[in-house]
Every structure is written in structure tokens, then in C-alpha cells.
């Protein structure tokens, strides 16, 4: 598919799109963002009915003043939540494992899991797959610095991307410590993908690199997403940003010497992936199609169906059942699906990751839309939210003529 140089405006108009509001989009995020200095750069990608409407590319890859290009490398952190996520329901399709089949099952390490501080524990109730899927299974992050757990999370780098430890020996650690809540009792934003990666490892006997590569990646042309960053590629890797409490923009890695050269003994399926806008466009297509691309099925319609509808127990949202400080989606009527979230009004469904990364999906207007910079947190601004806004008006506008 052909990747745009700005904004279509023939197709736009065509795809029934306000061209002049996307225009202001795009001018709004230059002037405010990039030009600014708040945002180092950014790869703005709209699609309707999997035409690109509109592709911007602003400002400096690396320290150094390397313009960001096209094919630019991003590192999607929490993006690979969903690639994860349909690797696992593709298992599910097989056969080999259902939504409510215990992680012990797999996961034998799990057997003794409590709840609550050592003095006051408890048994926790079972932890399901689906648990894992949708962040009920009283796992957690150290980032959401709100108890003594996620401090010992902190302590013992359990949210890093590139773990010094196997999956093995991660899982081990993860056990010692107690959950949050009894499995389904309340949403924690969490390590459960990364988790549920070691039980896509452990069902398909390889490791998540080699059984990405083989059920996703090739099948779907996804040439340049992976969890090790080839020295072939290294040019194309952007540095990335951090903002400090002063408002300092600080390199938190850099593209040439990224930790992501190198491979570990582990591979985050919560977030260790490196991908572009053309790749993370062809798997939000295939989602988009329910589960086929260019020929290639990779999961039937009513697994994508059931994917991105809400899960939630009692069919609460978010602001109902979440105990977490953090998570790259607001609360209020938002629910959670099996790897994502959606807008209970309206069905779009979305992710984003900790660097700013971020994609939304909407099946009733077949928009899909990706946005890529490098800055931690993704916290800082209110982006996301400023381009699905514009990008619904823009649809608003040109029906009203």
C-alpha cells in the first residue's frame, strides 16, 4: 500500500472527511508540539476504508537533528499488548487453549498465589486466561507507585523491557510476590501480557520472537516489527525522550547504541516490540477486516468480534472496576476487551504505548488512525485525545456539508 507525503486531499473529500479540519489537524500538531519542543517528533497515519487519507512526518529522529523519515523504527512499548493478544486467541482458535482455562494450567508456579500484605494474605480465588487478557488478574505494574507491591515490582524490575532474567525465571519472581485483588475482582493496569506471553512460549514450545515471526509478522508482511532491532536497521531507529518533573526533555535511549540491538533472555509480549506506521497499518487492517489481510486469515470475524467488546465483569467500564494510577486509556465509559480498549458509546477500539505511541480503530466509520513519537511518559500531553476529537469533527463537518 502506498504511504502519503501529507494529506490527500481528493481522497480525504472522497472518503467523506473535512479536508480543511484534517489541514488544521496536521498545522495544530506542528506548531503546538513540534515546534514548541514539547514533542521531538511525530508520525501522524489516517486511513478510511484502508485508503490513506493523510501521513505526516515532523521533526528530529535523533539528538543530533536527523530529520524523522517515513520508514522511521519506533519502539510501540504497550502496542504490543494486542499483537500479543492475537497471537494468544489465535491458540485459542487451535484449540489449545480456552478463555477460561486456569494460567496454572500452565503457569504451575501460580498454584499458591495470595492476596495482601504477608501479616493480613489470603488464597486468591483462579486466575483465568481471560484475567490476563483483560487485566483482572490482580497483577500489576511497578510504574503505578500506589502500594508496597508495586514497590517490590520497582525493586525487583519486573516492568523492564529488556528482563535480565528468562521467562522461566521471571515467572518465578513474579510468584513470591501476593496480587493486588482476587482474580476479577477489580481492572489493574499490569505485567498480565507479559505473562500471557510466557504462556504463548510455553503452549507453542518457542519462544515469542520465533512464533511472532511465524504466525504474525510474515503472514501479514510486517517485515520490520520485532523485539531485536537488526544492525541493518540500526539507522532507522529513533532516539528516545524523557520528561523530567522540570520540564527538561532528556535521552532516555538512543536509536545507535539502543538497548534494543541487543537480545535478551526475555521477550516482553507487554511491550519490548520495535515496529513503523506501515506495519502497525497492516495489523490494525487486519483487525479492521476481522482477522484477514490480503488473502490471509489469521482469525475468524467473531474472535475479532468478541476482542473488541467489552469484557468487564458485569459489563462495568473502567472508572468502575479500576484501582490503577496508571494505563494509556481514560475510565469513564470505557470498557476493556480481550487486549484493548473501546469506547463503550461508540465501539472504537485502541492502545497506546508508554513512549506516546498510540493507534485507534473505528469499525463504524472504518477510520484507522497511528501516531508515533518517542517521549516518556505518554502522560505529558493530551495528543490522543486532541487527534480522535479533530478527526471525528472532521467526519461531523463534511456531513453537514
Known amino acids: 500500500m502506498r504511504m502519503l ?20 489537524l ?20 489516517l486511513s478510511r476504508d484502508e485508503v490513506p487519507l493523510l501521513s505526516v512526518t515532523r521533526g528530529a529522529a535523533r539528538v543530533d537533528g536527523t530529520p524523522l523519515h517515513p520508514d522511521a523504527l519506533y519502539r510501540i512499548a504497550s502496542m504490543t499488548k494486542p499483537v500479543t493478544s492475537v497471537a494468544f486467541m489465535m491458540l485459542v482458535e487451535q484449540g489449545l487453549v480456552a478463555l477460561d482455562t486456569p494460567v496454572t494450567h500452565v ?6 498465589l495470595r492476596v495482601g500484605s504477608a501479616g493480613e494474605s489470603r488464597p486468591a480465588r483462579s486466575m483465568r486466561m481471560i484475567d490476563l487478557l483483560r487485566h ?6 511497578g510504574l503505578q507507585r500506589q502500594t508496597a507491591i508495586d514497590a517490590r515490582y520497582r525493586e525487583m524490575g519486573l516492568d523492564e523491557f ?10 518465578a519472581d513474579l510468584a513470591t510476590l501476593p496480587l493486588e485483588f482476587s482474580p476479577g475482582e477489580r481492572w489493574n493496569y499490569s505485567v498480565s501480557t507479559d505473562v500471557l506471553g510466557v504462556v504463548i512460549e510455553r503452549l507453542t514450545g518457542t519462544d515469542l520472537q520465533s512464533h511472532f515471526e511465524r504466525a504474525i509478522f510474515t503472514p501479514l508482511g510486517m517485515e520490520d516489527t520485532g523485539f531485536v532491532l537488526p544492525d541493518s536497521k540500526t539507522a532507522r531507529m529513533t532516539d528516545a525522550w524523557r520528561l523530567e518533573e522540570s520540564g527538561a526533555r532528556v535521552p532516555a535511549d538512543l536509536g545507535a547504541r539502543s538497548g534494543w540491538r541487543r537480545a535478551g533472555c526475555f521477550f516482553s509480549g507487554g511491550g519490548g516490540l520495535v515496529s513503523s506506521v506501515a506495519d502497525y497499518h497492516r495489523f490494525t487492517r487486519m483487525l479492521l477486516r476481522g482477522g484477514e489481510l490480503d488473502g490471509t486469515r489469521l482469525l475468524s470475524e467473531e474472535t475479532v468480534a468478541a476482542m473488541r467488546t467489552n469484557q468487564l465483569p458485569g459489563g462495568s467500564d473502567l472508572a468502575g472496576m479500576s484501582s490503577a494510577m496508571f494505563s494509556e486509556a481514560d475510565y469513564q465509559d470505557v470498557g476493556f476487551g480481550l487486549g484493548f480498549a473501546m469506547g463503550l458509546e461508540r465501539g472504537e477500539y485502541y492502545w497506546g504505548g508508554v513512549f506516546s505511541t498510540y493507534f485507534w480503530i473505528d469499525p463504524v466509520e472504518r477510520l484507522i ?7 516518556l511518559p505518554s502522560s505529558a500531553y493530551p495528543v490522543r485525545a486532541q487527534m480522535r ?3 471525528s469533527e472532521a467526519i461531523v463537518r463534511s456531513r453537514r456539508g
Open 26 to 45: 496536521v498545522t495544530f500538531l506542528d506548531h503546538h508540539y513540534i515546534q514548541s519542543g514539547k514533542l521531538p517528533h511525530m508520525q501522524f497515519f
Open 107 to 112: 503457569i504451575p508456579e501460580f498454584a499458591d
Open 369 to 375: 488512525g497511528i501516531f508515533m513519537t518517542q517521549l
Open 136 to 141: 483482572t488478574s490482580g497483577l500489576t505494574y
Open 162 to 171: 529488556q528482563q535480565k532474567r528468562t521467562s522461566d525465571q521471571f515467572i
Open 5 to 24: 507525503d501529507g494529506l490527500d486531499r481528493a481522497a480525504a473529500i472522497a472518503a467523506g472527511m473535512d479536508a480543511d479540519r484534517l489541514d488544521a
Open 389 to 391: 476529537a479533530a478527526v
